[in-house]
Nanobody, 122 residues
Framework: EVQLVESGGGLVQAGGSLRLSCAVS????????IGWFRQAPGKEREGVSC????????SYADSVKGRFTMSTDNAKNTVYLQMNSLNTEDTATYYC???????????????WGKGTLVIVSS
């Protein structure tokens, strides 16, 4: 069974930083996209960042570009999201997800983690 386990969430003051981790296990075939998504209370889930093996690119939502950095560690089967200059609008549950065809849309992802909560206080 494929498992994705997020960690690193918590409470942080505006302007602070957090690093989220996503450990992937039980998936022996290559995945072609892995990304971070978030969902705030009462809001639709949205993409934050995504790495696609189809083009080797990491994309970012405009709202986080310049503040968030995604990285992967293939040896550890882990993906990270370094979040800097956090603001209250970043408050959400953050999920990681993988997809097998290299697409990064919210509706394209095939396997999801259970999420980790990030709360940014003013």
């Amino acid at each position: 069974e494929v498992q994705l386990v997020e960690s690193g969430g918590g409470l942080v003051q505006a302007g602070g930083s957090l690093r989220l981790s996503c450990a992937v296990s039980g998936f022996t075939m290559d995945y072609y996209a892995i990304g971070w998504f978030r969902q705030a209370p009462g809001k639709e889930r949205e993409g934050v960042s995504c790495f696609s093996l189809s083009d080797g690119r990491t994309s970012y939502a405009d709202s986080v570009k310049g503040r968030f950095t995604m990285s992967t560690d293939n040896a550890k089967n882990t993906v990270y999201l370094q979040m800097n200059s956090l603001n209250t609008e970043d408050t959400a549950t953050y999920y990681c997800a993988i997809e097998v065809f290299g697409e990064c849309g919210v509706n394209d992802m095939d396997h999801w983690g259970k999420g980790t909560l990030v709360i940014v206080s003013s």
